[in-house]
């Protein structure tokens, strides 16, 4: 699919762009890069791609569907130097956990999309959710948490952020770097919900 935008300048993603201002002021910023955004909202998407549009911005391939299925079925690994995830949906229910983009059981799709060294960048108002992501990401041992930050150098990157630094609400904002090879391992916590191998030999399962 990477090949619907030809080029040799290195790839960011961002999944989850909403109305996009992140994306499309960074393509704009840095034409010799190549972004590639991923929104599940067809009127998201369609605004986002209209003002991409407009503004003559050559570098971005945007894909509208889901992001878990794009990661598995879809889009390569290691091939992103930088992921960013601002303001994930938090899916607060216990029962639609697995629908998390950031979930024990998917951290490493996520992840897998980076070279190693590649960073990713996360943030999210949620009170539960912001930690969580955080604390999952320092159990895991293929990616080293570098800082949290109180803002970002460049300002609120997002919608989602502007808006919920006017309200006063406190954001968990993070830099993690990629650091193990492929293959990924799964993280601890999610492992026995991904795979469990029968061994007929003994009748165990592992
Ligand atoms: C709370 S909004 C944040 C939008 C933007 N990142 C921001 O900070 O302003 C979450 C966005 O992620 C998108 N989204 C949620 N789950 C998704 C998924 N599984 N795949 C792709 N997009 C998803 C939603 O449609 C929505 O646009």
Request: charged share 25%; hydrophobic share 40%.
């Amino acid at each position: 699919v990477l090949d619907l935008l030809p080029g040799a300048g290195p790839w960011e993603v961002e999944l989850g762009f909403g109305k996009g201002r992140y994306l499309l002021r960074r393509a704009a910023a840095e034409p010799s890069c190549r972004f590639l955004g991923v929104e599940r909202a067809a009127r998201y998407f369609r605004l986002t791609v209209e003002r991409a549009r407009r503004r003559g911005i050559g570098n971005l391939l945007a894909l509208r569907g889901d992001a878990l299925f794009l990661l598995t079925a879809v889009l390569p690994r290691c091939f992103a130097r930088a992921v960013h995830v601002y303001f994930p949906d938090p899916w607060p229910k216990t029962r639609h956990h697995r629908r998390r983009l950031f979930h024990p059981e998917t951290l490493d799709l996520v992840v897998g999309l980076l070279e190693p060294g590649g960073l990713l960048h996360f943030a999210s108002d949620h009170p539960e959710y912001g930690p969580l992501v955080a604390e999952l990401l320092r159990g895991y041992p293929a990616v080293e948490v570098k800082e949290l930050l109180d803002g970002w150098e460049d300002g609120p990157r997002t919608n989602y952020e502007a808006k919920y630094l006017r309200a006063g609400r406190p954001i968990v904002r993070l830099v993690a770097t990629r650091t193990a090879p492929d293959p990924l391992p799964l993280h601890s916590q999610g492992r026995d919900g991904v795979l469990t191998a029968y061994d007929s030999a003994d009748g165990s399962l592992r």
